[in-house]
């Protein structure tokens, strides 16, 4: 008998009104491994990500979504966020009007807290170089670095990331993907989609392929990059 997986995904079925998007996908995540989560545009990735989350929509109509040994499937989003995920959400919806450091006190003004401020200016000196400067005038890189800082100062147990490299020039996804190898040292747990799907590949311990809302491969990351046909087919790299 094996223990149960830390976050465990079992049979969900999501909708956005009468559309059916997610179609019974199963997987697990092991602690404090990155699991890339690819697949082609529209082929359900996000609405994975905001089933996890416990988001209002998708409606989530069956199945159960475990992390560490607390029951996800029946929590609202903020009871989620309080058992430990982070969502950074794809538009990374930074708070305007307030600087970074704001953005970040913000995050951490109910328990339980994560991150210190120093600890974050630290994986980022970026954001310490510009703690006073209003988050939303920021590049769009150093936006998805504070998106990511703003969800560690929570203190969670798994990130959820949609799509942060995108749009971003390759020396800032370089550095981006040094800070989350850093994140993942510290033992926290990441699902990552992307459609850079080689960078993704390259970080990630495994991966999860979903082509129209169904689980195609389940398996090692390394290998996907190795299969010619399975990358053809899905991802189109
Ligand atoms: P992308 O890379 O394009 O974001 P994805 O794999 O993340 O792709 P999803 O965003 O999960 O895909 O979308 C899956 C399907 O659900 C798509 O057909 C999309 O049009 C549909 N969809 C997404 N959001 C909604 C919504 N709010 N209402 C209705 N349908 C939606």
Do not use: C
């Amino acid at each position: 008998e094996t223990a149960p997986a830390f976050l465990s995904v079992w049979d969900i079925h999501a909708y956005y009104g009468e559309s059916y998007i997610v179609q019974g996908i199963s997987f697990n995540v092991h602690e404090g491994e990155i699991l890339a989560l690819l697949g082609r545009n529209g082929a359900g990735k996000t609405t994975t990500l905001r089933a996890i989350a416990r988001l209002a929509s998708p409606q989530v109509h069956k199945g159960e979504i475990w992390l560490d040994h607390q029951p996800l499937h029946r929590m609202q989003s903020y009871e989620a966020s309080i058992a430990g995920l982070g969502l950074v959400p794809e538009d990374r919806r930074i708070i305007s009007g307030l600087t970074v450091e704001e953005n970040l006190q913000l995050a951490q003004i109910a328990p339980p807290i994560g991150w210190s401020l120093d600890r974050l200016y630290e994986l980022f000196p970026r954001l310490g170089e510009r703690r006073k400067q209003e988050g939303t005038t920021l590049s769009g890189g150093e936006q998805q670095m504070l998106a990511i800082a703003r969800a560690l100062a929570r203190d969670i147990k798994v990130l959820l990331l949609d799509e942060p490299y995108e749009g971003l020039a390759p020396v800032i996804v370089d550095e981006i993907e040094k800070t989350l190898r850093i994140i993942k040292e510290q033992g926290i747990t990441t699902i990552l989609v992307e459609q850079n799907a080689v960078r993704a590949l390259q970080l990630a311990d495994r991966a999860v392929i979903l082509d129209t809302g169904s689980i195609v491969y389940d398996g090692s990351a390394a290998e996907v990059l190795e299969n010619e046909s399975l990358r053809a087919e899905y991802l189109a790299i």
